[in-house]
């Protein structure tokens, strides 16, 4: 369950710890530039930067060629309250992955072993779909990949009616180039601060440059969303602290779920066993360079999968609760105000959904 800090001194329970602007078209649909390359055909999309032609079916490190695969398209009710909200975020699932972790908790579709094809115009359909069932917004999950391809869609959707926000899903290993494509059509950006150690990026994520790529990401992401924006029951826009005081005010009657995000961004990180250090720099870096301009989620629901601890034997067990218990303090002594926590027991799979084509 998630719970949220309040810019109060103590309780910091699921803590609630945006700007249009030119966005350069590169691929897709009437506005590709006239004489510019199709970014598949020399995949740089990512900083793995594989050089394939992903549009003659080669493959690079994310495992995907230009099709769109996706495992699941539905309601999903496992995010931050402002994001879920009562209704769902309405969440599609894309298979394949350019990071790849040891510890992947949806390990079957980064790998691409579920998923079917999904063509843009189906794409646009579904995202249209789970606006008509309530959908509080649309949540693309590791989109990164197929980010020129998913432009053309939402595009298209918004053209026929899509008016909810749309939040991408990320683990920050992004190039700001692959984000610019984005500016303007996402409204909420949810990304992972996984590492701030080279050392641990490496060893988990095959990635020593995680870090100083995510650095410059997640300050693309906040360029182009700006502060946090929620609305309201009542349906009037709130920045976050009024919204803060809203729920204060309604307590009883309104819960953070009745308050949804409409910009912003919301940083998460998933507290590993036994990486208690990084974690603190992880948050003092957050705290520190962006203060209230953003949310913070910290997260304790790391699930040990099998072979993880083969890189790392504390991988092999769970996260404390003295563990986690000593990053909320260490959050709140920082001064960390808007910010999410997860409380009880959140390990298991009850929050990895079944990859098994639902609303494609
Ligand atoms: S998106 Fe895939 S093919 Fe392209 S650079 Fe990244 S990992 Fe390589």
Redesign the pocket.
Known sequence: MWAMIRGVPHGLVYVRLWREADRPLIFGGKKMRTGSKNPLSD????P???H?D?LAGQ????G?TAQIVAARAALHYWEEPCISGRAGSGAVFFCGC?LRCSFCQNRDIAAGRAGREVGAERLTEIFLHLQQQGANNINLVTA??FVPLLVPALEAAKDRGLRIPVVYNTSSYEKVSTLRMLDGLVDIYLPDLKYVSSALSGLLSNAPDYFETAQEALAEMVRQTGKPLFLSPEGKRLDAEQMNEACCREEGDLADADFLMQKGVIVRHLALPGQGEDSRRVLRYLHRTYGNRIYISLMNQYTPMPGAALKLPELGRKLTQEEYEALTGYAIALGVENGFLQEGDTVGESFIPDFDGTGL
């Open positions: 995949c740089t999309l990512c793995r930067e594989c394939v992903r493959r690079g490190y994310c995907q350019p990164t990949h």
